[in-house]
């Protein structure tokens, strides 16, 4: 959270910046690893979520393991402390380069997308002398609820293999002596906050697990994915994820079998809610209707309201009252680049800072150079204090 000492300290940067609040990431990420281990469940940290050298050492020095998207991902993870055997390695399109880098790591698992992939990883583990442990990341078929650009586990979208290509599955397996397979990965989407989501995934792997195994292949490990949401609307008053819930449905609706794991990988319900964009009001403009704070971010620094229609609370921290009512915009010239319609918070004036709150997932990872704007630096609770 964003106390007086924090705000009156950011005077000395030139904004905007990402502030991370290192207490709430590491109370979150303690909240993590305490739940899961009572349920016997292994977190993988989603890097792609947020891959800054601080966060991810925060992580890894919590105990989670990583779950990566790239290869680049890989070196990055493992110089942060996570242990290379403990490496979820994810993604439909890893190249023969991100393979190779994977298997010299010696990452614990390749999850695995299309029968083409197969072919490719066994080929270059037989090429080096070694075996690549794998699951297969199965379409399950499940609407996640949630925005239809981050829902991945429906039949129509590009990710994981589906049932009715089980055949082909099972007959490339048994060919590919380079591989050695593990079990199964889901993914439904991101930003799920209906534990029934969970519960309904638990079900579909019993089915899938059921397959596999009356084809001879043992599953012993079970992946579930990422997806867990965060409270995008209250993100001061309900920061922490519902970690107890998901554990919960996994654990009523997932009974294991002896020498199974399960394991999660979350992203956004790790680092969302430590992130914090500060802003400074460039100028306030006043239409014949409508007023509007322009801010000194825009869509370059977060692009999910213009993505996804994300909606991230604002708040103006300079001034408290009265209450108006504006829009929040951003910096870029298209209309897509707004924050905040419509909305009622303190009267905004030039130089004042705001806060666009849970921006610690998916935010600084998509910053870019659009109109050669400077990225935003990162600025760390742990060294204002
Ligand atoms: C993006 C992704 C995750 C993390 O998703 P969150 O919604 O951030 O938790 C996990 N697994 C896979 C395969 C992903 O693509």
Redesign the pocket.
Known sequence: MINQSALQSFDRFETPFFYYDMDVLRSTVDKFASTLGKFGITAHY?V??NSNDRILKTISGAGLQA?C?TGNEITLAIANGFDAGGIFF??VAKTDKEIVTALKAGVEIF?CESIQELEVIDALAGGMGVKAAIAI?VNPDVDAHTHKY?T?GTEEDK?GISSWAFDQLFATLSRCRNLDFRGI?M?A????TDMGVYAQLASRVLEFEKVFEEHGFKVSLINL?????VDYGDPLGNWMPDIEGLAGAIAKNLPLKPGQSVHI?????IVAQCGHIISRVVYVKSGLKKKFAILDCGMHTLIRPALYQAKHLVENLSCREPLEKYDVVGCVCESSDTFAKDFEGGAPHRGDFFAIHSAG??GQVMNMRYLQRDLAPAVYSDDIK
């Not at 989407?189 to 799920?192: D, F, H, K, P, T």
């Not at 994915?225 to 949401?229: D, E």
Request: hydrophobic share 30%; glycine share 24%; proline share 3%.
């Open positions: 989603a792609k979520a779950e998207a994810d993604g999850n990341r981050i991945t990710f990965h993914h989407g991101s930003q799920i994915g990422g997806g867990l949401g990988e979350p992203g956004r319900a997932a998916y």
